[in-house]
């Protein structure tokens, strides 16, 4: 069985802050993990994915993640925030049926 | 196409009435996918289509639901009898290799 857990269903950050969305997952095998961005009325967008190759996943827009086995987690981290990176995230665990937690909203403060 | 077409964007349905919402995915994707997501919640699996082969469909949430992708490439996602705890975005993705789905915009069904 797989699950994953978004810490903070709200974050706030100011623009040129460090953004730190947090996912923890738990799976009974080798994980797939994946985080996306939604923005209001369109879909979901990839910004990375990790497969079991290198721990530290860069993504689009500045976006990384690191995959550590031992704490079971996946953040999601930005050096420095834009007004442009408000949105939703999810963070999801595959490999093909993804489980998909309940979402980050992201505020980013002028 | 460029990318995972859905359509309508937008659905409002009488209680009771059955409703169809169609995926058009990437072309020469293999695996294709339907999700529900309510509103302030992270997208829920609904189904899971190899080709024309639906290899999943542990998520659907009653029988009044019914997906079907005859040809392994448009898919349908029919609601028969429709309910108002069935509003909310039905989301359509593709796959090439069952990993890293692309998402269509989704269709935003209301049930009143």
């Known amino acids: 069985a797989q699950s994953v857990t978004q810490l903070g269903s709200h974050v706030s950050v100011s623009e040129g802050a460090l953004v730190l969305l947090r996912c923890n997952y738990s799976?009974?095998?080798?994980?797939?993990l994946f985080w996306y961005v939604q923005y209001p009325n369109q879909g979901l967008q990839l910004l990375l994915k990790?497969?079991?190759?290198?721990?530290l996943v860069k993504g689009i827009n500045g976006f990384e993640a690191e995959f550590k086995k031992s704490e079971t987690s996946f953040h999601l981290t930005k050096p420095s925030a834009h007004m442009s990176d408000a949105a939703e995230y999810f963070c999801?665990?595959?490999?093909?049926?993804?489980?998909f937690g309940t979402g980050t909203r992201l505020k980013v403060l002028a | 196409g460029a990318g995972v077409s859905q359509s309508p964007r937008y659905k409002v349905a009488k209680r009771g009435q059955d409703v169809a919402l169609r995926c058009d995915p990437i072309s020469g994707h293999v695996s294709l996918f339907w999700y529900q997501q309510a509103l302030g919640q992270g997208p829920e699996f609904l189904t899971y289509?190899?080709?024309?082969?639906?290899?999943?469909k542990s998520g659907l949430p009653s029988d009044r639901f019914f997906a079907e992708r005859p040809e392994g490439s448009v898919s349908t996602l029919k609601i028969q009898r429709t309910q108002q705890e069935d509003s909310a975005v039905y989301l359509c993705a593709s796959s090439l290799d069952g990993y890293g789905y692309t998402f269509g915009s989704g269709t935003r069904l209301t049930v009143v």
């Open positions: 799976s009974s095998v080798p994980p797939y």
């Open positions: 999801a665990v595959g490999p093909y049926k993804y489980i």
């Open positions: 990790y497969t079991s190759a290198a721990t």
């Open positions: 289509f190899q080709n024309e082969a639906q290899l999943d």
